[in-house]
């Protein structure tokens, strides 16, 4: 019984280790045939992929083909065109070498022919220069001579001519700017020139006011002279005493002094001192006043006093018969619309031309000239460099550097050239312009003349059926020496011939 009890868990476990050894052997073959399954899938997959690669290469190949093919047809079609072209332009070349060598022939011929006219014209020149000797007996070399001295004449008779032109302008423009010196240099230096301009004269009631201006012993007029610095000139001229000094407010203290003592009736040294005192007060303050008023005129500000007043002294002073501060003015008008016109600053155009004459008002023993002078004040006042250059070169002592100084010359120069500014008076200066209009519409052809710019030019319209383009060059040379014969002017006067064609239609 204990035998049974020993057999049966030996076979027991004999049994469970065969059972566990069939199911593992069970196991090991269904995995093998899993794998088996798998490994001839892949291989089935793996020959599908390769037939689909094959497929896609050759058809990649085929499509390469295919495209190499049509480039190359691209290829041999465009050969085929650059054949086509050079061939041709081969033909071109052939045509126009054939055309050129044509060409150069004909050149040839040309050559050749004129080569013949050349020599044909020489012998017949020869021919005719033989006859000519012969008819005028002079030899080429005479005649020659002749020409050469005829022209030679010519030229010096124009060059005496125009060195007499020249010369009439020199002493001109050089008498113009020696009295300008001279009246600068009496006004403002301590010298005592008598003339026109540096003289005024104050009428008297009656020829017994003159012993009472002189005086007792001459105490009276010796003291009027001491305290005005003035020269008093009593002479035989009925009713009138002369006052004669360089400085014009000196002359007008005199003046206006005088006027007073003799409205006033009492004549001694302690009345002179007194009124002579009190006009000098009186016309400090208008200088200052006539400073100021140009200065509001013109709207114009910051100007120191110094300025103001020099501007002032300038009411007293004239150029020509020209009131110096009026021109100023003037000038500052004009260069302000020239400035406008242009587009230029405005503002410091006018301020420079109204200062370009302040040396011409300023107080000074110094040698320099007015535009040195004035250029040094305004430097000193602190003013633009553009300012100081204007004033420095109005009259082109200096180069002027800025347009503004330009438009203040420019300016300057039409103020003092008007009509009516200096001393000329309107009749005689439309008499100047009628006479040479005249001259002009005297000749045969002229339809028109007007002069201008002051009468130095003269524009002449002549009748474009009458006067030819070169009739109309000799009688512009006409008119000007009948001018030159006629007229005595200075400087230049310009003639223009202007002849046109006018055709007029209408559109009906």
């Known amino acids: 019984m204990w035998i049974l009890y020993a057999i049966l868990p030996l076979a027991g476990l004999t049994l469970g280790w065969t059972i566990r050894w069939l199911y593992a052997r069970f196991q090991l073959t269904a995995s093998e045939q899993r794998a088996e399954r798998i490994k001839q899938d892949a291989i089935k997959e793996a020959e599908a992929k ?136 009496i006004q403002r230096l301590a010298t005592e020139v008598t003339g026109d301009i540096t003289v005024a004269t104050v009428n008297l009631p009656n020829d017994e006011m003159k012993g009472r201006i002189i005086g007792r012993e001459g105490r009276n007029i010796r003291t009027l002279e001491t305290l005005t610095g003035v020269d008093i000139i009593i002479d035989d001229t009925p009713e009138a005493v002369v006052i004669s000094c360089f400085d014009p407010v000196r002359r007008e203290i005199a003046k206006v002094s005088l006027e007073y003592l003799i409205l006033d009736g009492r004549i001694h040294p302690a009345r002179i001192e007194e009124i002579v005192t009190k006009v000098s007060k009186d016309i400090s303050q208008k200088i200052f006043e006539e400073g100021e008023k140009v200065l509001f005129d013109l709207g114009i500000h910051n100007i120191k006093q110094d300025a103001i007043r020099a501007l002032g002294r300038l009411y007293f002073r004239t150029s020509y018969g020209q009131n110096v501060l009026n021109h100023s003015r003037e000038v500052a008008n004009i260069a302000g619309m020239l400035a406008a016109e242009i587009g230029c600053n405005r503002d410091l155009t006018k301020r420079a031309a109204l200062l370009h004459d302040i040396g011409k008002g300023v107080e000074s023993d110094s040698d320099l000239n007015h535009a040195e002078v004035g250029m040094d004040l305004v430097r000193k006042m602190g003013e633009d460099p553009r300012i100081v250059n204007a004033v420095g070169s109005h009259h082109n002592d200096i180069e002027p550097t800025c347009i503004e100084a330009v438009l203040v010359q420019i300016a300057d120069a039409i103020s003092a050239a008007r009509p009516g500014a200096r001393r000329e008076t309107l009749d005689n200066y439309i008499k100047r312009l009628e006479t040479l209009e005249g001259i002009a519409v005297s000749f045969t052809g002229v339809d028109k003349a007007f002069a201008i710019q002051a009468g130095r030019e003269l524009r002449i319209i002549v009748n474009n059926d009458a006067v030819t383009e070169d009739q109309a060059r000799s009688l512009a040379k006409e008119i000007t020496k009948k001018i030159e014969n006629d007229l005595r002017y200075p400087g230049r006067i310009k003639v223009t011939i202007i002849r046109e064609t006018r055709i007029t239609e209408y559109a009906r």
Do not use: W
Not at 91 to 96: C, Q, R, T, V, Y
Not at 155 to 178: T, Y
């Open 50 to 185: 390769k037939k689909e690669i094959l497929l896609e290469a050759k058809e990649q190949v085929i499509r390469e083909r295919n495209q190499q093919e049509r480039e190359t047809r691209e290829r041999r079609a465009e050969l085929q065109r650059y054949e086509r072209r050079v061939v041709q332009k081969e033909e071109a070349i052939d045509k126009k070498t054939a055309q050129i060598e044509r060409t150069v022939q004909q050149l040839a011929d040309r050559e050749k022919a004129c080569q013949d006219r050349e020599g044909t014209l020489s012998r017949e020149e020869e021919r005719y220069r033989v006859e000519l000797e012969r008819i005028s007996g002079l030899s080429a070399e005479e005649a020659k001579a002749l020409i050469i001295q005829s022209l030679e004449n010519e030229a010096k008779h124009d060059a005496q001519a125009l060195i007499n032109k020249i010369e009439q302008e020199a002493n001109l423009a050089g008498e113009k700017k020696a009295r300008s010196i001279l009246v600068a240099t």
